[in-house]
């Protein structure tokens, strides 16, 4: 009498914490797509990525650099640092600070950076729409 094989899957969790079924010792094997997004001028400079998208999000939340390096722990230098490395590269403003006093200081994204974080955002989405799903190959 011959014995039926049996596929074992195995529960993975992947860095965004989603569980994933994986066939494992199969005919197929099941793959999910990954991807890194950035924005590039055209010159190739670095404009904005996941973690600066992230830290513009965080200061229209917070309304302050500081509050916002806070929130996703990052030192404020850091953040500062991002914000002046994307100003330069698109040579405008993105940010709008207003220094501190009796009211402390406090900071907003300008128009440019507001549409910035908005297609990012939105190209995220068209990427992750296309991406959704997992990808099966016959071994």
Known sequence: MKEKKTKKLETN???SGIKEENVERGKKSFYRPRYKLWLESD???FIVGEGTAQ???AVKKEGSISEAARSLQISYAHAWRKIREIEQN???PVVERKRGGKTGGSSALTAEGEVLLQEYEQLKRAVEKVLDGSICVNV
């Open 13 to 15: 969790k992947n860095r």
């Open 43 to 45: 010159h190739g400079n």
């Open 55 to 57: 830290l513009l999000q």
């Open 90 to 92: 698109l040579k405008t």
